[in-house]
């Protein structure tokens, strides 16, 4: 497993609470779709349904 520094999760997290999706995530830290997911999962965020309308900023 590659190491990944906490602001970075810290980062995905919050982005993603904020109404980032996951695709947008993905690209902004080249990370692969299911790490990015298995980080979120990890922390405890709640997932969005597949197609899910974005969260408004």
Do not use: C, Q
């Not at 919050?14 to 990890?42: C, D, F, M, Q």
């Amino acid at each position: 497993m590659h190491y990944l520094p906490k602001d970075v999760k810290t980062f995905l997290v919050r982005e993603y609470l904020a109404g980032r999706s996951l695709r947008e995530l993905t690209e902004i830290t080249g990370r692969s779709h299911g790490a990015v997911r298995n980080i979120l999962e990890r922390a405890g965020a709640p997932r969005r349904g597949r197609g899910a309308s974005r969260v408004k900023r």
